[in-house]
């Protein structure tokens, strides 16, 4: 279970960062960026948080609303950052990934000192010292938090995409290969979301 070691290890105001959306064809990446403040939370948020993955929707979607009202009582700071689909094949997914988590922490409205990256790199010019952590969201509470934030963040951002672009069934793969997906591919060819320099999608151009 994810705990406070790492970011107690590191003292002062720690930011945890991760992302989501590295696989799909089309759509942003998105990342996360959490400061826990007040390390008294609530119990939902203490014993729920875990890595995105591993929970269902429902539970992630009750952890997300948590943690927004958790920030409006000023006990965690939240950030969000985007790299478009545009982005991503200009610069290549790796870059593209370190620019969303850029401008995620640039979002705060606190400055953090140091950060916790999940994963094994470490984007360059980043705004603070930091550390990379592999599996950080299964370790770190504010990493869990910013996957959380990330993941869900993201597939709201994909159901609103599917009103624009119904084919595809946006809302229900957020933006994966799915069998539907590729239906609506094969049907409609691709739509200014999806990702060209993939190779599944190359094939469509």
């Known amino acids: 279970m994810p705990n406070f070691e790492f970011e107690n290890s590191m003292g002062g105001i720690v930011v945890g960062v991760d992302e989501a959306g590295r696989g799909p064809w089309a759509g942003p990446v998105v990342a996360g960026a959490v400061v826990i403040a007040d390390k008294n939370l609530p119990e939902e948020l203490l014993t729920g948080l875990d890595d995105s993955k591993k929970l269902s929707a429902t539970k ?15 006990k965690i700071y ?7 689909a545009q982005e991503i ?8 990934t370190f620019l969303a988590m850029n401008r995620a922490v640039k979002s705060l409205k606190i400055a953090p000192q140091s950060a916790l990256i999940d994963g094994n790199r470490a984007p360059k010019n980043f705004p603070c010292p930091c550390q990379t952590l592999v599996k950080g969201d299964a370790k770190s509470l504010s990493v869990a938090a910013a996957s959380i934030v990330a993941k ?47 190779k599944p999608i190359q094939k469509y151009l």
């Open 60 to 74: 992630r979607e009750k952890l997300y609303k948590a943690l927004f009202e958790a920030e409006k009582s000023g």
């Open 78 to 84: 939240l950030g969000v950052g985007e790299a478009s």
């Open 89 to 96: 094949d200009e610069l290549n997914i790796l870059q593209a």
């Open 152 to 198: 869900v963040y993201r597939d709201h951002l994909m159901a609103d995409l599917a009103k624009k672009y119904p084919a595809y069934g946006f809302e229900k793969n957020a933006g994966y290969g799915t069998a539907l997906h590729q239906a609506g591919l094969e049907n409609c060819g691709i739509c200014p979301e999806h990702r060209r320099s993939y």
